[in-house]
């Protein structure tokens, strides 16, 4: 079974102070890791996926890493509207059903104080 | 603004009731996915539809069931509901399946009392 734990469960950042999240992963075969950004109440907000080992994607203060058990996702220098609960999710390789759908993490609430 | 539509946005009923849940996905995307989340499961995959055909199946209960139609907009149906329904369900859609990203709808809240 496919298992996506995120830590930590929350963490509050003073503006500008710089941090990691961590998704750790575990899967038969990794077709794809997915990280999105999810506000109250709303759905979640496509970020990055990630492929393959070794690579890395950016986007603003945003920054997603993965190696073969799990991925980071750094946030630079954030600011408060990068207040929000990020999701880790996996697609895995299958030979039969469920072969699209993503196994999610409970994600990590981020607190950015002014 | 995602493109994905889902109506309504919130729902009140009653236990043993049934309810449809509507979602249009994004212009050109022959995926369609519905999810649940709720406080205590986070998000989870219930079902996966390609084209018109039921692609994946999650963990979705025998109560409920899902469509997607030639125009490719989908329907959720929920049945027999219970109070432990209560939860938000997503519609995403992503042009193909494997390793596409989705993209999500707002989501409907559904409230069974």
């Known amino acids: 079974e496919d298992q996506v734990t995120q830590s930590p469960e929350a963490l509050r950042l003073q503006e500008g102070e710089s941090s990691s999240l961590n998704c750790s992963y575990t899967?038969?075969?990794?077709?794809?890791l997915f990280w999105y950004r999810q506000d109250p109440g709303k759905g979640p907000e496509f970020l990055f996926t990630?492929?393959?080992a070794g690579e890395e994607k950016e986007k603003e203060r945003l920054k997603a890493t993965l190696t073969k058990k799990e991925s980071f996702l750094h946030i630079t220098a954030p600011k408060p509207e990068d207040s929000a609960t990020y999701l880790c999710a996996v697609q895995a390789v299958y030979s039969g059903g469920g072969a699209d759908g993503l196994t999610f993490g409970k994600g990590t609430h981020l607190i950015i104080q002014p | 603004d995602s493109g994905v539509t889902q109506t309504p946005k919130h729902l009140i009923t009653a236990t043993g009731q049934r309810v449809t849940l509507r979602c249009s996905p994004r212009s050109g995307d022959l995926s369609v996915y519905w999810y649940q989340q709720s406080l205590d499961q986070g998000l989870q995959f219930l079902i996966q539809?390609?084209?018109?055909?039921?692609?994946a199946k999650g963990n979705i209960l025998e109560r409920f069931s899902a469509q997607q139609f030639p125009d490719l907009h989908s329907e959720l149906n929920l049945s027999s509901l219970e109070l432990g329904d209560s939860a938000l369900y997503f519609c995403?859609?992503?042009?193909?399946?494997?390793?596409?990203?989705?993209?999500f709808g707002q989501g409907t809240r559904l409230t069974v009392v």
């Open positions: 899967v038969s075969g990794l077709r794809g």
């Open positions: 995403a859609s992503s042009v193909g399946g494997r390793g596409a990203e989705a993209f």
């Open positions: 990630l492929y393959s």
């Open positions: 539809y390609y084209n018109g055909e039921e692609r």
